[in-house]
């Protein structure tokens, strides 16, 4: 039963991650679908959801699911405003100048936290701090909450995507912007959109996994390391790449942290990516958004 127990744990550490990552790394491939360009300030709105979900809870006491939408409505401003402010003036550059904005905006936003939140680490309460007992196994509701949430907004973006005539402006601009303008789709209006759902993104992801981890000023850094990997995994621009790839690294580091070393937590994602594009250059997927 032990050994049932652990195994069931790391079953769910791995569908908790794996939630968490995907989420993050939807919201990217989006953008990079649409703009063929890695947003390095994607960690650093992953990070300014989870400041201003603490901020909502400790400060004006709301609901947790208020403050979570609250917080993806902002952050969702945020990354429009981004992209009219900073994207936009650079979309006829090469790649790296955006990037490099990119990376400016990242790390703005990160003193700009630090200014109004301070450095130290911040934890954020959840009213779902119960544990679930079945048949002898047990599991935080926290954790079953992030899988279940997770799970939900990917079959939501999913049917977004190839159910409404708005998400099909979407795939029409990743797959051919030149097309798609021709046909009377606004290219400016599906940028906005998709930076928009990319910050919400982002934002509900942190909501959901600042509780059982800490709220602090470089929070997004790694997590947004590890979505690049995802995309790249999955296939740059890919949608089931980034869902599929995110559970991959998401079941490989709950894994291999338990049964390995917890030391090497962080370096097993990077290690799947040189083995599994060693066999598969192209990634997991080959097309994109769809």
């Not at 995907?22 to 919201?27: E, F, H, Q, T, Y």
């Not at 009219?84 to 790296?96: W, Y």
């Not at 926290?142 to 999913?158: D, E, N, S, T, W």
């Not at 046909?183 to 599906?190: H, K, L, S, T």
Request: net charge positive.
């Amino acid at each position: 039963m032990d050994f049932l127990q652990q195994f069931f744990q790391q079953v769910l550490n791995g569908l908790t991650l794996g939630g968490i990552y995907s989420l993050v790394a939807l919201g990217l491939t989006l953008v990079y679908g649409i703009l063929h360009v890695p947003n390095f300030a994607h960690g650093a709105f992953y990070m300014a959801g989870a400041f201003f979900s603490f901020h909502l809870l400790t400060r004006y006491n709301v609901n947790y699911w208020v403050a979570m939408a609250g917080s993806a409505a902002l952050v969702a401003a945020m990354s429009t405003l981004a992209e009219r402010l900073v994207f936009h003036p650079l979309r006829h550059h090469t790649g790296l100048h955006p990037m490099i904005a990119a990376i400016g905006m990242m790390l703005f936003l990160e003193a700009t936290a630090q200014l109004i939140w301070g450095a130290d680490f911040q934890r954020m309460q959840s009213p779902y701090s119960g544990i679930i007992e079945v048949a002898g196994l047990t599991a935080p509701v926290q954790r079953l909450l992030i899988i279940a949430a997770a799970f939900v907004m990917m079959v939501i973006l999913h049917l977004f995507l190839k159910r409404t005539v708005t998400g099909s402006t979407i795939i029409a601009m990743a797959q051919n912007r030149d097309g798609a303008s021709l046909v009377g789709i606004d290219a400016n209006r599906v940028a906005m959109l998709t930076f928009a759902i990319s910050g919400a993104l982002a934002a509900i992801a942190a909501t959901l996994y600042a509780p059982i981890n800490l709220v602090y000023p470089a929070m997004g850094n790694l997590v947004i390391t590890k979505a690049f990997v995802i995309i790249i995994l999955g296939g740059m621009g890919s949608v089931p790449g980034a869902i599929v790839g995110g559970l991959i690294i998401g079941f490989a580091e709950s894994f291999g942290a338990f049964y390995i070393s917890s030391d090497y937590k962080d370096i097993i994602a990077f290690v799947l990516l040189v083995l599994i594009l060693s066999v598969r250059p192209q990634g997991l997927f080959t097309k994109g958004v769809r």
